[in-house]
């Protein structure tokens, strides 16, 4: 009785040192285990210590002192705040397996430590990839007044990540008209990226919008949505001021900016600009789809805006297994064909390696106008030549027909 008595003597001393973050606490501690190392109220003694450390933030040495605490010889209401503030300390500590079995085990429990325990349990499901449990727990707090404004955030952002947007959708529209609700324009943007998976984009845009307008700065793909949304909508001003953005990026963004921007330009006429973004994303590999379509228009408009030189290397770089070769060669035949200078154009062809069908289709009709633009000149020995090789195609009936006449 006296050595308890003794031991409590000592003992209230040393919680007084430990509130008033006496110097000396760390000393008074050590002389109090060794006298009383088997005392009941060491526990006491060890919560003291331990508090002392996690009120201020020493959360390793928090856990070195509730770690060695007996929480069977505590009443239920002490064992609850031991076990929550050592929960807490390993989760900051990002120790996050040992955190979550005690949260789990107080959010079991519907004390005082309930509702947080299930907040912070939800949290370490959430980045355990555990999103059914971490959404469980999310929902038993949801409608707490001290979590309430913020347990919405994670609710749709764990929807979201789980690929249920339908779900992210319902709960962040009606999450959203909660007065004060935290993350509001994250909110926003979650709501919007779904509608924008959906391919809603009318529905997207004003939360996207509002996110756009509310936050410090925009990363690239929220750029890169918002440029596509106004491109499907057909707002083409809105939609280059966006993308423009990404046009200078050597990454699947950038090349895909490109091309969208480049047709934006075409709905403008303005061949010139979309010229130049087209030659932009033909130059990147990342999409090869979109690098030989951009290649192909890159050629097109060359060609409709008079670089006859650059539209036929352009398009005689397409490889005859890409999807738009056939196209290439269609409008080159009719770039040699519709020329005024033959001479230059027969040369072209003469000198190319491979020369296709409805190529030597227009070497014939080439050789052919030359000719009459020989025979106009006087120039009947050239022109004879010309007419020989216009003969030996022989592809085009109409051209053959006419070469024979002369």
């Known amino acids: 009785m006296n050595n308890l008595l003794t031991s ?3 003992l209230y ?3 007084i040192d430990y509130l008033i973050d006496d110097e000396n606490n760390e000393e008074n501690f050590e002389n109090y285990y060794t006298d009383n190392s088997t005392s009941i109220l060491l526990n006491d003694a060890l919560i003291a210590k331990g508090n002392y450390y996690f009120r201020n ?15 069977d010889g505590l009443e239920y209401y002490k064992e609850d705040e031991v076990k929550f503030k050592l929960a807490y300390s390993y989760f900051v500590k990002q120790q996050f397996d040992k955190a979550s079995l005690i949260f789990k085990d ?3 429990t519907q004390r005082k430590y309930y509702y947080p325990s299930n907040y912070y349990y939800g949290i370490c499901q959430f980045l355990n990839s555990d999103f059914d449990r971490a959404i469980n727990s999310f929902d038993i707090i949801q409608n707490s007044p001290d979590y309430k404004n913020y347990i919405p955030y994670y609710l749709v952002q764990l929807y979201f990540t789980q690929g249920n947007y339908n779900k992210t959708i319902e709960v962040g529209e009606e999450k959203l008209k909660l007065p004060e609700v935290e993350n509001y324009y994250n909110i926003h943007q979650l709501v919007g990226q779904s509608y924008f ?6 529905k997207a845009l004003p939360h996207l919008e509002l996110y756009e307008k509310n936050t410090a700065k925009l990363s690239e793909s929220d750029f890169y949505q918002l440029g596509y949304m106004y491109h499907e909508i057909g707002d083409c001003v809105n939609s280059i001021k966006n993308f423009i953005e990404l046009t200078g990026l ?14 934006c330009y075409l709905r403008q006429n303005n061949k010139e600009s979309a010229r130049s973004a087209f030659k932009n994303a033909s130059s990147l590999s990342f999409d090869k789809l ?6 192909l228009n890159y050629g097109k408009l060359s060609s409709e805006m008079g670089y006859d030189r650059e539209a036929i290397n352009t398009l005689n770089s397409i490889s005859d297994n890409s999807a738009y070769y056939s196209e290439a060669q269609s409008i080159l035949k009719g770039i040699f064909i519709n020329t005024k200078d033959y001479a230059a154009a027969q040369k072209i062809l003469e000198d190319m390696d491979n020369v296709t069908p409805q190529l030597y289709e227009a070497y014939q009709i080439v050789s052919y106008y030359k000719a009459l633009q020989e025979i106009n000149d006087g120039k009947y020995d050239i022109a004879t030549e010309d007419l020989l090789k216009a003969e030996k195609i022989s592809r085009d009936i109409r051209t053959s027909i006419q070469t024979n006449y002369w």
Do not use: H, M, T
């Open 197 to 202: 998976i959906k391919k809603e984009y009318e």
């Open 106 to 108: 107080l959010s079991l």
């Open 57 to 71: 933030s020493e959360y390793g040495r928090a856990i070195d002192s509730y770690e060695q605490i007996d929480l």
């Open 250 to 263: 050597n990454s699947q963004l950038g090349q895909y900016a490109n091309y969208y921007i480049a047709d």
């Open 8 to 10: 409590e003597a000592k």
């Open 290 to 295: 979109v690098q030989e379509e951009s290649l």
């Open 13 to 15: 001393p040393l919680i």
